[in-house]
Structure formats: structure tokens, C-alpha cells
T-cell receptor
Framework: AQSVTQLDSQVPVFEEAPVELRCNYS??????LFWYVQYPNQGLQLLLK??????LVESINGFEAEFNKSQTSFHLRKPSVHISDTAEYFC??????????FGKGTTLSVSS | NAGVMQNPRHLVRRRGQEARLRCSPM?????VYWYRQLPEEGLKFMVY????????ESGMPKERFSAEFPKEGPSILRIQQVVRGDSAAYFC??????????????FGSGTRLTVV
């Protein structure tokens, strides 16, 4: 069975600073990897995904994540965060035919 | 396209009552997934359904919880004889074709169940 570990439960940063949210996964088969974002009192929104091909994937709002097979990681990064990036971020793994499995989430708090 | 619709948004039940949570998937989506979110525990998978079929219910508690996705109408997550520990946010997601991860999942806004 696959699993996801998000190494940091909370990450406080100042506006315009870089940030990295860490995610490691465990699986005996090839997986798809996702990052979702959840704003307060809302559902989850897909941020970006890795299915195959280039190991670096990007979102439209400046986030990127890199799939590292040897380290079984899929860390999320942004070079300069905004106040509006404050949210909870979930890393998830999926094997075709089974449900999406989530990590426990990382709360990103951006302050001025 | 209205997206995944969950209702009610908030539900308050007394201990021992039944809770019914509804989820209408996006148009064209035939796969539905239910997740429960507790503070600091992330989203826990509960059940995966297709129309009239339960595909994977490995995350469902053995008692009091059931789910269905009939041929017509929304998917229903039913919790009988609710207890305080059932208080949580319940999210539904849908996808058009499980084997095609290009679509990922589309999530609803959730139902926040409070048991008093």
C-alpha cells in the first residue's frame, strides 16, 4: 500500500521569502503525485500534478514541484510567496484503480 | 458546469441521530470518493463508488457508516447513531475515469458535521 508523509505540519514565512513544503511517498509500484491547496472553509483545489515525463511541474501561480524517484520525494517550492498563499497544502499519491491517498497537510502561514 | 455539489454545508445532529450527507458529482463524472477530514489528521479516504457499485470501502468504519451511489441521484454517505467522534468535515470528490489521472479529482466544498 502507498503512503504519504508531509514532514512539516506548519511552515511560517514572511512575504516575498522562498518556501519549500516537503513531501515523501512510499509505494511498491509507480504512482502519480499531486499537490492540492485548501483555503479556509473550502474544498481542495488541484495545484499541480506529476504523471510522467518532465520531473519538474509548475502551476499557474508560481508554485513548482520536482519528482525525485531516488529519494521518493515531491517537494513543493515557490521562490517568493504572497499573503494570499496562506492555506493548507496537501500532497497526495495515486495508483490507477485505487483512491487518492493524502498526507496530513502542511499549513503555510505568510505574514508581512 | 456546477462542479461537485455537497449539501448540506453544515449539519448539526444530536448523539444517536442519523446524518445523511449528499454529493452530486460533476456532470459526466461517474466516480465518487468520500473523505473525512479531522484537525491535524489530513484527509482520510473512506469509500470509492461508481454508479450502483462500491469499488473500495477499505476506509469505512465497520459499523454505522454506509454509502451508496444510485443509478439516479446523488451519492449518499449515511452515518447512523452518530457519536461526538463523528464530528468532522466530510468531502466528496468526483472524476470522470479513474484510470485517467489527467483529470485528478474535483472536490466539493464539504459538509461540516457537528454532533452535540
Amino acid at each position: 500500500a502507498q503512503s504519504v508523509t508531509q514532514l512539516d505540519s506548519q511552515v511560517p514565512v514572511f512575504e516575498e521569502a522562498p518556501v519549500e513544503l516537503r513531501c515523501n511517498y512510499s509505494s511498491s509500484v509507480s504512482v502519480y503525485l499531486f499537490w492540492y491547496v485548501q483555503y479556509p472553509n473550502q474544498g481542495l483545489q488541484l495545484l499541480l500534478k506529476y504523471l510522467s515525463g518532465s520531473t519538474l511541474v509548475e502551476s499557474i501561480n508560481g508554485f513548482e514541484a520536482e519528482f525525485n524517484k531516488s529519494q521518493t520525494s515531491f517537494h513543493l517550492r515557490k521562490p517568493s510567496v504572497h499573503i494570499s498563499d496562506t492555506a493548507e497544502y496537501f500532497c497526495a499519491v495515486k495508483v490507477p484503480g485505487t483512491a487518492l491517498i493524502f498526507g496530513k497537510g502542511t499549513t503555510l502561514s505568510v505574514s508581512s | 458546469n456546477a462542479g461537485v455539489m455537497q449539501n448540506p454545508r453544515h449539519l448539526v445532529r444530536r448523539r444517536g441521530q442519523e446524518a445523511r450527507l449528499r454529493c452530486s458529482p460533476m456532470k459526466g463524472h461517474s466516480h465518487v470518493y468520500w473523505y473525512r477530514q479531522l484537525p491535524e489528521e489530513g484527509l482520510k479516504f473512506m469509500v470509492y463508488l461508481q454508479k450502483e457499485n462500491i469499488i473500495d470501502e477499505s476506509g469505512m468504519p465497520k459499523e454505522r457508516f454506509s454509502a451508496e451511489f444510485p443509478k439516479e441521484g446523488p451519492s449518499i454517505l449515511r452515518i447512523q447513531q452518530v457519536v461526538r467522534g463523528d464530528s468532522a468535515a466530510y468531502f466528496c470528490a468526483s472524476s470522470p475515469l479513474d484510470g485517467d489521472a489527467n483529470y485528478g479529482y474535483t472536490f466539493g466544498s464539504g459538509t461540516r458535521l457537528t454532533v452535540v
